[in-house]
């Protein structure tokens, strides 16, 4: 007759394994004890809430775009792509005054031709995914400026439906990033194309031998990339009620690109997990809000973010990998 592990024991084993697995838990954690023993309020109500509503569209573009990372590809223009599915958001709703689902549907679109631009390049001609989307942030954020030279706003009360309303009591957007953290997990576990992504990601050429499509797979996924970049666009012109073509979503790709290396995706590909992904957006969002609770100066926090995607590199490439 076997005996049961206690309980204390077995949690004990779980916690050390869910803590080996994802070191960056343990540094958020050490890192919210911190800010609410130095501030007092980090972890008050609506602090937290500021900080979920704050984070929610930096996790919709986390999300597709460390999928497109564990396939072995990378996007830098979802700053630009941001941008320009804001703009054109915000564009149809006030100066077109079209309803808030044809301005939505028109950022998204514009965000998926982006992406399949990029896909186009990446993996049917074969063109390097850094190089390419590297000039396709220079190139879409060019054509937002020439498009919408002047700053836009005044969208309605209906297009601010979509960044300040709320879902059974929880912030729209959160509920919206909160769909798309289960869609990718849900995705990369049950479903054959998540299995693709690893295998792409892994080894392109025996994916390629044993049947996957590994042209198709990376394609949608650029495609999924833009439309989240232009629904995260659209939310925020939707919360700022205002838009401009030089500095919305500036510095975007590189927040993005930090939480997912964070969560534990290697840029080698192949490898990462969507609860790491979580994580790496929690723990920026948590760092940028508790140094603006102790009023640090603006020039500690970027270079704090900067050190942070250091780290979210150094620790994809040494430290323990996240896995499915």
């Not at 396939?71 to 309803?99: E, F, K, N, P």
């Not at 396709?136 to 309303?165: D, K, Y």
């Not at 012109?237 to 205002?242: E, G, I, K």
């Not at 723990?283 to 009023?295: A, D, I, V």
Request: aromatic share 6%; net charge positive; hydrophobic share 55%.
């Amino acid at each position: 007759m076997t005996t049961a592990l206690p309980l204390p024991r077995t949690l004990a084993g779980s916690g050390l394994n869910t803590a080996r697995r994802h070191p960056l838990l343990v540094v958020l954690t050490l890192m919210v004890l911190v800010f609410q023993l130095t501030t007092g309020s980090f972890l008050d109500a609506g602090n937290l809430r500021g900080i979920a509503t704050d984070a929610a569209t930096l996790a919709i573009v986390a999300v597709p775009l460390a999928l497109l990372v564990i396939s072995g590809y990378l996007d830098l223009s979802v700053g630009s792509t941001l941008a320009l599915g804001g703009l054109v958001g915000g564009w149809l709703a006030g100066q077109q005054h079209q309803s808030p689902a044809v301005a939505v549907l028109g950022a998204l679109a514009v965000g998926a031709v982006v992406g399949a631009v990029n896909g186009v390049l990446c993996c049917y001609l074969g063109l390097s995914a850094f190089i390419v989307t590297l000039g396709m942030l220079t190139a879409v954020r060019g054509l937002a400026q020439q498009l919408f030279p002047l700053p836009l706003s005044g969208f309605g009360s209906g297009f601010a439906w979509l960044g300040g309303s709320r879902i059974a009591g929880i912030d729209a957007p959160v509920v919206l990033a909160g769909l798309v953290l289960m869609a990718g997990a849900l995705f990369l576990a049950v479903t054959p194309g998540g299995r693709h992504v690893f295998a792409i990601g892994v080894n392109r050429e025996a994916a390629h031998l044993s049947g996957i499509n590994v042209r198709r797979t990376p394609f949608a996924l650029f495609v999924v990339t833009g439309v989240a970049a232009a629904l995260a666009g659209a939310i925020k012109a939707s919360v700022l009620d205002s838009a401009v073509a030089g500095t919305s979503g500036a510095g975007f790709e590189l927040a993005v690109l930090t939480a997912v290396l964070l969560g534990g995706v290697a840029l080698t590909g192949g490898s990462g997990s969507v609860f790491g992904v979580l994580l790496g957006v929690l723990f920026l969002g948590s760092l940028q809000n508790g140094l603006t609770l102790l009023n640090v100066p603006t020039f500690w926090q970027q270079m704090a973010q900067g050190a942070a995607l250091v780290a979210g590199a150094a620790l994809a490439c040494f430290g323990p990998r996240a896995t499915r």
